[in-house]
């Protein structure tokens, strides 16, 4: 089994080595002879090998690579007076944009070099590592056949057997090489993330105008003007009074009448920025409210020990608001049941359907608002909807339901801890008495020889122990140091980049 | 239990200008008002101390500024049963309705700050209340029978007999309806009769029992 991988591998190496030579030609051509136009293509020709590669290593050997590059560019946008501009020039298309924008992209990204890398060692690598055994055996050949003492074949021979037996090892340290160079690095991924965030904030702040001036609307045309109505009104009433109690009487009751209407529409407006049930009792409940306001017959479970944040609860509900809507009006679904539930600290909702299907993130711009609401916070959608149906839309959110302890720091896990605390107890050990100490009682000839364990010593090894002892003194403050430094940074970047949500669409 | 000159009322409310109104509309209209509260605790210490005839509650209340006033409300019934409630709202929720419905014992009201407005329709819910029956407010009607509609036998009603049905859900009495409707109150019994045989509910003589049992079939058939 593992002989037959590492055999393939050494076939498509092979491959590699005609791909090693076509980009060799396209990179000369692109950056030699100036035709720019050149390099994006073969970049894709490495690119299409290193995606084989990638996915090899998550099938074989069990360690998938994530594809490293940043993110496309987004396509380019005309400016108020219908021209595109990239830099100091004007285009009529977006043609010549984006491809300056795709052009510096695939050029700009760290990836593109390390995939090049990637590809022209490989071929080396693959006859190193895997095909050990059939690279030696091919010495051992050309050996007894040059004039070799007879002993270097035989020796190359028994090496080559020893290669075979150990492929499995050596695959394990292919894959490793893979990792090395094909997975993204940390700055490509932090990269990624501020791109993501910065997407998801400018989406945010949209939106959120957006809704500001709605409710500045509504408020304007409805509860606004009725006041004015009604103090006029009122006006009027204060005048007819005394000649006409009558009329005064009709008046009063449309003022009346007014005011309910713009109760009504007040409370229209509170529903839409902040639903009353929700305020007062949770995602549970509220969306239980919605499912009983809802035409369509809706089976809401929730599996809740806590109320997630207030912003994200009021997010979820929006969606699952929007969602069973969607159902209704496009999906002519008749049933639907929504799934409420936590997983750690992530908030997981699933809303499914009975109806016709087809939903398309891409197409319906509800999904799209759904997706541009839960991006703040760092909620994903997924939807999965065959024609003909069912439906289901499922998101999650990630950190929904974050306790906010006063601890914060991120811990270090007990074994880190536990070297931390010798490194920090009993680091001055070597380093003073047995390290400093002694070397100055040396320097200084001192005859008393205490407990000084490096002066028992033949003369010979007292330096040598004595700056050993030194060096595992610093080495061990340095240790004490690092280690938490390091924890908390790896923490940190756990945090920014928090798990998401992959399902097929 | 009632005394049918002055009804003992208790009333929970936040805001200030509403309480006093509250109070003073009550107290017009022959009311004797023992407590007019502001927080949840304090409205439970009430409801359970002075056992009011009928206790106004506003949902919303502090300390928390959450439901409140359901809570205390519906504790208060757990304690002492059929403690007659009118609770009061800026929004209605078939939820909540559902919620103060479900022990079965009536006396339950459930209406919109806005019905305030109508000081008679007020105070007669009031009452209707406090002699044991219940008053739900017309929007928590239409949508539970908009949201059942579809899957309902609530089809088969004629335009009529679904106004009969609207208006016994609030909790009228067929005298009522007859005037709401303009119709002659045996008209109004063929009809509900008939509301009755088309839903196969079996007909009662009580009145508040005819709107739990439409109220009760309408939830369980959306279950």
């Not at chain 1, 939903?359 to 609401?373: F, H, K, N, T």
Request: proline share 7%.
């Amino acid at each position: 089994m593992a002989v037959g991988k590492a055999l393939a591998l050494g076939a498509t190496a092979l491959v590699d080595v005609v791909l090693v030579v076509l980009s060799l030609v396209g990179f000369v051509l692109a950056f030699g002879l100036g035709m720019v136009f050149m390099f994006p293509p073969t970049a894709h020709l490495v690119r299409h090998r290193t995606a084989l590669a990638r996915r090899l290593n998550g099938t074989w050997f069990g360690t998938a690579v994530p594809a490293p590059y940043l993110p496309p560019p987004l396509p380019a946008r005309p400016q108020p007076d219908g021209w595109y501009r990239h830099e100091r020039q004007l285009y009529k298309t977006p043609k010549w944009p984006d491809w300056n924008n795709r052009w510096k992209w695939i050029v700009g990204d760290p990836a593109t070099w390390r995939d090049g890398l990637w590809l022209f060692l490989n071929p080396v690598v693959v006859c190193a590592l895997p095909l050990l055994s059939l690279t030696l055996a091919g010495c051992a050949v050309l050996a007894a056949w040059s004039a070799a003492p007879p002993v270097l074949p035989l020796a190359l021979g028994g090496a080559s057997a020893a290669a075979l037996a150990a492929t499995p090892r050596l695959l394990r340290a292919y894959a490793w090489w893979n990792h090395l160079l094909l997975s993204p690095t940390e700055k490509s991924v932090l990269a990624a993330r501020i791109q993501r965030l910065d997407q998801a904030r400018l989406a945010t702040v949209d939106s959120q105008a957006s809704e500001l001036r709605r409710i500045e609307r509504d408020l304007h045309d409805g509860a606004q003007a009725r006041l004015v109505a009604m103090g006029m009104t009122l006006g009027a009433v204060e005048e007819l009074m005394d000649k006409d109690p009558a009329a005064a009487k009709a008046l009063l009751g449309k003022v009346r009448e007014a005011s309910s209407t713009a109760l009504v529409e007040l409370r229209d407006l509170v529903k839409g920025i902040h639903p009353p049930v929700l305020a007062e009792r949770g995602l549970g409940d509220a969306v239980r409210a919605l499912a009983m306001d809802s035409p369509l017959k809706v089976t809401v479970t929730v599996d809740l020990d806590t109320r997630p944040d207030s912003p994200v609860e009021s997010a979820a509900y929006f969606s699952i608001s929007e969602l069973l809507t969607n159902a209704a009006r496009h999906g002519g679904a008749e049933r639907v049941w929504i799934d409420i539930s936590s997983n750690d600290h992530a908030l997981r909702v699933v809303v499914t359907d009975d109806g016709s299907g087809g939903a398309d993130p891409a197409l319906g711009s509800g999904l799209r608002g759904i997706e541009r609401r839960l991006a703040a916070f760092d909620g994903v959608l997924a939807v999965n909807s065959p024609r003909g149906g069912p439906t289901t839309a499922t998101f999650d959110l990630p950190y929904a339901m974050r306790e906010k302890g006063p601890d914060c720091t991120p811990s270090l896990p007990r074994g880190k801890a536990t070297i931390v605390g010798i490194c920090w107890g009993i680091g001055w050990l070597p380093l003073f008495p047995q390290g400093l100490v002694a070397m100055f009682m040396k320097l200084f000839d001192v005859e008393n020889r205490s407990w000084f364990l490096a002066l028992y010593l033949p003369e010979l090894l007292q330096w040598p122990l004595i700056v050993f002892n030194v060096l595992l003194g610093l080495s061990m403050y340095a240790a004490g140091m690092l280690i938490p430094v390091m924890h908390a940074r790896q923490q940190r970047l756990a945090e920014v980049l928090p798990t998401r949500l992959w399902l097929g669409r | 239990m009632v005394g049918p000159v002055s009804p003992r009322v208790v009333i929970a409310e936040d805001l200030y200008l509403l309480r006093d109104g509250l109070v003073h509309l009550l107290q017009a209209h022959d009311f004797e008002v023992v407590a007019a509260v502001e927080s949840g605790p304090e409205l439970l210490r009430a409801l359970t101390g002075l056992r009011p005839d009928v206790a106004v509650v506003d949902v919303r209340l502090p300390p928390t500024f959450t439901d409140e006033g359901l809570q205390a409300a519906l504790a208060a019934r757990r304690a002492v049963p059929g403690l007659p409630v009118l609770v009061l709202s800026q929004h209605v929720e078939q939820l909540y309705a559902r919620e103060l419905l479900a022990d079965g014992s009536g006396a339950i009201g459930y209406l919109l700050k806005d019905r305030v407005f109508n000081a008679e329709q007020f105070v007669d819910a009031v009452r209707r209340v406090a002699a044991g029956g219940t008053a739900m407010d017309p929007e928590v009607i239409a949508k539970l029978l908009a949201s059942t509609a579809r899957h309902q036998p609530l089809g088969a009603l004629t335009p009529r007999e679904r106004e009969v049905l609207e208006l016994m859900a609030e909790g009228r009495s067929n005298a009522a309806i007859s005037q709401r409707l303009f119709l002659s109150e045996s008209a109004v019994g063929k009809h509900t009769a008939s509301i009755f045989s088309k839903l196969d509910l079996a007909p009662s003589d009580d009145d508040n029992r005819r709107v739990l049992a439409v109220l009760t079939y309408l939830n369980a058939a959306r279950g």
